[in-house]
């Protein structure tokens, strides 16, 4: 079983993570760049993190055999800081980058007005630099939040189809799927979606252009959801081929709109097996 | 520029691996860096850094391993940057804000295009990593050339460390040629791994015994894609290159 994971926030996660990812069957992932629970004060902080995501985490994830991409964008939640959002201006060099396989995580937090002009910047960014975009949809109003969203895409220069929406639930997917986007469900232990509910909405709305993370990231989270997805949809009666199609081929076919993605690992000979992150001496 | 002859063997090579659409993107590419004014010719800029659009050819710079593929952007991106006459302020700035492939080439690039010392700030930022294509390339010809005697030493160990080939380190017959104090941090290395039960990297034994070689004719192997295929270079003989990075080795050396 091969696993694409098309949100996964590894940099939070530990050398195990992978090894057990890789032996769940996850060959691929993507890191949208996002927030880091403690709230960053300069855009410094930013373009450090983004230069880890393009360098060291590409290079961690191909000691186990895991090709890793990112998507860039100032998240929604720290695009409220003045002190933060000059990083806007630096974004078009980060979305020309080899690794860069969409805008994201970009959307509504608590839909403010400063939120109102990062979303619509960051849109026309990605139809400039040719890349998808990855929007996340609210936590709190979720089903507001998902309307505003879409009108928000609509005026924008990005067509619908080139937008994933995440973090969709049972209120959500309808909407989502009328309006022609892709459709992300994050699985979680506790909050967001569970296995079961996601076979359910498999059922209901199909396997078409529906993608599955983990979204882990530093808080209670699993990096192996996207496995347990498959062995529910399996338990389920779903086929192999569907599997396929929902774990690994859906999310290929939406972040190759960017052209992007390079799904060989390289590099891997001489630091297999995991005993390569090693301290250099220090 | 001293290795240019070696940029375009490595051109003539690149473009007999590339597909038909990559070698004329490559071309394109390179048209357009070789248009460039160089850098000292150029006028001085009227908005900082930040403002001005990058130009065509740092796009190129970007987007190389999606043209050219990852297996040959190394190589195309080293040629872009020798297209362009990158001057040491270019090269740093595209080092930092980098991927670490272009930062990989970057280090690549410094041989061919710094004549001196001043890039070595970035050589020696590659060394701080743990990233094992950025040690590999910190230890390539340049550095070979301007690390003072302690670094180098520590970039060897750092090989041995993270499992880098020491085939990556240039010149290093010629720098460790009666190196005591390489012998002595190798010696008490071994001594660590061996008291924990754990097996010496056998890079180690072979660079002790570089240390005490004294016949001046022995050289090592290198492995950089500019030597690797000495047919395409005739003019150039691979195995003067060590010789010729040991003679502007640093003073501390000798």
Redesign the interface.
């Known amino acids: 079983m091969r696993l694409f994971d098309p949100h996964i926030h590894m940099t939070s996660r530990t050398t195990d993570d992978y090894e057990a990812m890789y032996a769940a069957g996850v060959r691929a992932v993507v890191e949208p760049a996002f927030w880091l629970g403690q709230p960053r004060t300069s855009p410094s902080s930013f373009y450090d993190y983004f230069?880890s995501l393009?360098?060291?985490e590409?290079?961690r994830a191909a000691q186990y055999g895991i090709a890793h991409h990112c998507t860039i964008a100032l998240n929604p939640k720290e695009a409220n800081d003045p002190r933060c959002t000059p990083v806007l201006?630096?974004l078009p060099?980060y979305l020309?980058?080899?690794?860069v396989v969409a805008v994201g995580e970009i959307g509504y937090d608590s839909m403010t007005p400063a939120e109102d002009t990062a979303l619509s910047a960051q849109l026309q960014m990605a139809a400039d630099a040719e890349l998808p975009a990855l929007v996340h949809t609210p936590h709190r109003d979720k089903l507001a939040g998902l309307h505003r969203t879409i009108d928000v895409v609509r005026e924008s220069a990005l067509p619908l189809d080139r937008v994933l929406l995440d973090h969709l639930n049972e209120t959500t997917v309808k909407d989502a799927k009328d309006a022609g986007c892709w459709l992300g469900f994050s699985v979680y232990p506790d909050t967001k979606m569970d296995e079961d509910r996601m076979v359910a909405i498999l059922r209901s709305y199909g396997p078409e252009k529906v993608l599955v993370n983990s979204a882990a990231d530093w808080g209670r989270s699993d990096p192996l959801k996207t496995r347990k997805v498959a062995d529910a949809m399996l338990k389920a009666g779903f086929d192999d081929d569907m599997v396929d199609l929902v774990m690994w081929r859906n999310p290929v076919a939406f972040y190759e709109l960017s052209?992007?993605l390079?799904l060989?690992v390289?590099?891997t000979d001489?630091?297999h097996e995991g005993?390569?992150?090693?301290?250099?001496?220090e | 520029m001293t290795r240019t002859p070696a940029l375009g063997a490595l051109r003539a090579r690149l473009e007999s691996a590339l597909d038909d659409d990559a070698r004329a993107w490559l071309a394109q590419a390179l048209a357009t860096a070789a248009a460039q004014p160089a850098p000292s010719e150029a006028p001085a800029p009227q908005v900082t850094a930040?403002q001005a659009p990058?130009p065509t050819w740092e796009?190129r710079f970007?987007?190389?391993?999606?043209r050219c593929g990852?297996?040959h952007?190394d190589d195309a991106r080293l040629l872009l940057l020798g297209a362009a006459r990158a001057d040491t302020a270019t090269l740093t700035r595209l080092y930092e804000?980098g991927?670490?492939?272009?930062?990989r080439a970057v280090l690549h690039a410094l041989t061919h295009l710094v004549p001196g010392p001043e890039a070595l700030g970035l050589t020696e930022d590659a060394l701080r990593?743990?990233?094992?294509?950025l040690?590999a390339a910190a230890v390539g010809p340049y550095g070979a050339e301007h690390l003072d005697a302690h670094a180098w030493r520590?970039a060897v160990?750092?090989c041995l460390?993270?499992?880098?080939?020491v085939d990556a380190v240039a010149a290093l017959a010629d720098r460790a040629r009666g190196d005591g104090e390489l012998a002595r941090m190798l010696g008490d290395y071994a001594r660590e791994r061996t008291a924990a039960g754990r097996p010496v990297p056998g890079d180690l034994q072979r660079v002790l015994a570089l240390t005490e070689a004294r016949t001046e004719a022995r050289t090592e192997a290198r492995t950089d894609a500019l030597t690797e295929s000495p047919t395409e270079q005739p003019a150039e003989d691979p195995t003067e290159q060590p010789a010729e990075a040991a003679s502007a080795a640093s003073p501390q050396e000798s």
């Open positions: 230069d393009l360098g060291w590409p290079f201006d630096q060099r020309v980058k080899d690794n052209g992007r390079h060989e390289e590099g001489a630091t005993n390569s992150i090693l301290r250099g001496g | 930040s990058a796009l970007a987007q190389a391993g999606r990852p297996e952007a804000q991927t670490a492939a272009e930062r990593t743990n990233d094992t294509s040690v520590h160990l750092k460390f993270t499992g880098v080939s």
